[in-house]
C-alpha cells in the first residue's frame, strides 16, 4: 500500500504513504476492543461495498486478514 500511495503522489507529498500507513496500521489496528480478526473484516466488508477504487487497500486487507484467521470462518 505504501508503495503504490508513494508512486501515486510521492513526488508532491513526501512522508505521506508512510504517515497513512503508521496510522492506518500501526495505530488503529492495534488499539484494544475488538479482536485483529474482527477488524480486518469489517475492514473488509466497508471497502468492498465502496467499490472498485479501494482495490489496492482491499488486496491489502484481504491478505492482512488471512494472517488474522478470518479464513477460519
Given at each position: 500500500?505504501?508503495?503504490?500511495?508513494?508512486?501515486?503522489?510521492?513526488?508532491?507529498?513526501?512522508?505521506?504513504?508512510?504517515?497513512?500507513?503508521?496510522?492506518?496500521?500501526?495505530?488503529?489496528?492495534?488499539?484494544?476492543?475488538?479482536?485483529?480478526?474482527?477488524?480486518?473484516?469489517?475492514?473488509?466488508?466497508?471497502?468492498?461495498?465502496?467499490g472498485?477504487?479501494?482495490?489496492?487497500?482491499?488486496?491489502?486487507?484481504?491478505?492482512?486478514?488471512?494472517?488474522?484467521?478470518?479464513?477460519?470462518?
Amino acid at each position: 500500500m505504501e508503495d503504490s500511495l508513494n508512486a501515486r503522489d510521492g513526488h508532491l507529498l513526501p512522508g505521506r504513504a508512510e504517515g497513512v500507513v503508521d496510522f492506518a496500521y500501526g495505530r488503529q489496528y492495534a488499539r484494544t476492543g475488538l479482536p485483529l480478526r474482527d477488524r480486518y473484516l469489517a475492514t473488509i466488508a466497508a471497502l468492498t461495498a465502496l467499490g472498485g477504487q479501494t482495490r489496492p487497500q482491499l488486496m491489502v486487507n484481504i491478505a492482512g486478514g488471512r494472517k488474522a484467521d478470518c479464513q477460519k470462518m
